[in-house]
């Protein structure tokens, strides 16, 4: 069992657990390019992750002493693989590099708190329009009711007679 695998397996039950058809995924053509090149990029590396989870088989070396023509090279191969024994690789993640994806995390949540503020916002003005929708029936003092915004607007620019001003190229 590899030193990777109990890593790599929680890994994988996290993302497992994301639900990539979530339209957040789909809002923009580059984010769902780069979604589903992390998704293959997470399948790959699960792979490689089973793959070479079990030690490597044992090299049979009687074998290829048959089929290659210098069993003298072979017995130096051999030799030379029962008495090395390199030392683990193992990969230190340094500071700057984890305080980098730290701030990258942090900064990806609050852009994340920033945009559900935003949808519940838009889901509130929606609301609003759906309810206040303008039909042939609205009349003008229901349009300043529900837009007063609009109607002190149109009110300064009548009494500045300021009559074209967003039309033809007025001021």
């Known amino acids: ?3 990777f695998s ?3 397996r929680r ?3 996290r993302l497992s657990s994301v639900d990539w058809s979530s339209p957040v995924f789909k809002g923009s053509p580059e984010l769902s390019a780069m979604v589903s090149g992390f998704r293959a990029w997470t399948a790959q590396a699960d792979a490689m992750a089973e793959k070479f989870s079990a030690p490597p088989a044992p090299i049979d070396f009687a ?6 023509r210098d069993a003298a090279l072979v017995d130096a191969l051999e030799k030379m693989y029962t008495s090395s024994s390199p030392p683990a690789e193992t990969y230190e993640w340094s500071a700057e590099d984890k305080a980098k994806k730290a701030q990258l ?3 990806a949540k609050a852009s994340y708190a920033f945009t559900q503020e ?3 916002d838009t889901q509130k003005e ?4 759906r309810v206040n929708k303008t039909t042939r029936d609205t009349s003008t003092n229901d349009m300043k009711e529900i837009y007063p915004d609009i109607a002190e607007e ?4 009548i009494e500045n007679r300021e009559w074209f001003k967003e039309l033809a190229g007025g001021k």
């Open 6 to 8: 109990g890593p790599i």
């Open 105 to 107: 995390i942090e900064d």
């Open 126 to 129: 929606i609301a609003f329009l």
């Open 118 to 120: 935003m949808i519940e």
């Open 63 to 68: 074998t290829a002493k048959k089929s290659v």
């Open 1 to 3: 069992m590899s030193a």
């Open 11 to 13: 890994t994988a039950q």
């Open 154 to 157: 149109v009110e300064k620019e």
